[in-house]
């Protein structure tokens, strides 16, 4: 069977397809990952086929563009470079499609897939790690403080969902999305849908959360081909940097806090700046985990360092806690290292995914009119000084040791056909 794999968006969103690949492979199927140049290197190295969908420089351009986190211009510029590539990714699926011998598994936004299953006929599970994915007006999406949750009635819960689509979504992104894709639709006489965003998107047949049902479980208003498989875990292989190369006696002997923005956030000097300052405050070691060396102070204090890149789930291991935008494969991986999180969302699911992880009691989350050192800092000593969350740590950690989220995942695809 040939199994085409569509991710978008960055190394932490593809990260879980190549190890998905990598299973499907290794049960006897031709993989084919067809996703942005940028990141073929990581693909093609561990013996997966590669298509390109879009050349490295739009993914670069894109991650560096001023309004890549604006909460309401962000939004606009990431639907322009979906839209975009959806032409190419079709014409690649096209070109790749064996007709009785080709399902498909790619993210929600994956625009094309979704056309090749209604114009070729092809299997689509509808796959991503983004809890936005499966939305729900029972489940905190992570679009109002926790003071505001905490206050909103029950009815307030029930219009939440169809208001924001109103004053948020459809003027911003609906009416973005439904002309272009509806005109693309009807070069192969397919009649208009009216609602692209919010139903179109996810394949009739399957539809895979991968995170594990204790960190957002079954909805009632979830479809009924909507299951959650679990967490699935892949790190790159290290080859450039890895933790040994910071020896404990750089740090007399104190365990580091690591600090990360994300694999594709380029322009962050506050977040480290304010990294710095929280390890000042503790007396503590920190890592700055980043690949550009712009957004890093200069000079860095004497127990702080820069790593351009190093496997996560490694470094991990040997880090006492980390300070993140909320991101889910960051959040998987602290949670199988047993670490506590302080969490500064500026975007898309870190707001959801840090009160999730502050309500099972490992992470707290600070607003981002409140991120200054000193509040970072107090956040990292509660966390660390609580038993409880010890406790709580050491408990999410171990429901790793016997997760079957990438078998389960491979048999829903599997079955596809």
Not at 73 to 98: D, N, T, W, Y
Not at 139 to 147: C, E, I, N
Not at 201 to 206: E, F, G, I, P, V
Not at 388 to 394: A, E, G, N, Y
Request: charged letters at 20%.
């Amino acid at each position: 069977m040939r199994v085409l794999l569509l991710p978008l968006g960055s190394l932490g969103d593809v990260n879980p397809f190549i190890g998905l690949g990598l299973a499907l492979q290794k049960r006897g199927h031709d993989v084919v990952v067809i996703a942005n140049s940028y990141f073929e290197s990581p693909i093609k190295q561990v013996g997966l086929g590669f298509a390109s969908s879009a050349p490295a420089q739009n993914y670069v351009n894109m991650i560096h563009h001023p309004d890549m986190w604006h909460p309401t211009r962000g939004p606009a510029l990431h639907v322009a470079a979906l839209l975009a590539v959806m032409p190419r990714a079709f014409s690649m699926i096209k070109e790749l499609h064996q007709p009785g011998n080709t399902v498909i598994a790619a993210m929600p936004l994956a625009l094309a897939a979704r056309v090749a299953q209604e114009v070729l006929g092809i299997p689509l599970a509808t796959v991503g790690p983004n809890t936005l994915m499966l939305r729900s007006v029972h489940a905190a999406q992570g679009t109002a403080s926790d003071d505001l949750r905490s206050r909103v009635s029950a009815r307030w819960k029930s219009i939440r969902l169809p208001l924001m689509h109103r004053i948020f979504r459809k003027p911003i992104i609906e009416d973005l999305v439904s002309p272009e894709v509806n005109s693309f639709r009807a070069k192969f006489g397919l009649k208009p849908v009216l609602s692209i965003w919010d139903s179109w998107t996810q394949s009739l047949q399957r539809v895979i959360g991968l995170w594990p049902e204790w960190f957002y479980g079954p909805q009632p208003d979830w479809p009924p081909q909507a299951v959650v498989t679990g967490f699935i875990e892949y790190d790159a292989p290290a080859s450039v940097e890895a933790p040994h190369l910071i020896p404990e006696s750089d740090f007399g002997g104190k365990i580091p806090i690591v600090f990360t923005a994300g694999t594709a956030c380029f322009d962050a000097p506050d977040f480290f700046a304010a990294a710095c300052e929280a390890c000042d405050v503790l007396n503590s070691p920190g890592i700055l985990l980043t690949q550009q060396e712009n957004p890093v102070p200069k000079p860095l204090p004497r127990m702080i360092r820069h790593i351009r890149f190093a496997p996560l789930g490694k470094l991990l291991a040997h880090a006492a806690a980390i300070v993140h935008r909320g991101g889910i494969g960051t959040a998987a991986r602290a949670l199988k290292a047993g670490i506590p999180h302080v969490i500064l969302p500026i975007a898309f699911d870190g707001f959801g995914n840090a009160d999730r992880l502050a309500r099972l009691g490992i992470a707290k989350s600070i607003e981002r009119r409140h991120v200054t050192g000193y509040n970072v800092a107090a956040a990292i000593r509660e966390l660390l000084e609580s038993q409880i969350v010890s406790d709580r740590c050491r408990h999410y950690a171990n429901k790793f040791e016997h997760s079957t989220a990438l078998e389960r995942t491979c048999d829903y695809i599997e079955a596809l056909l």
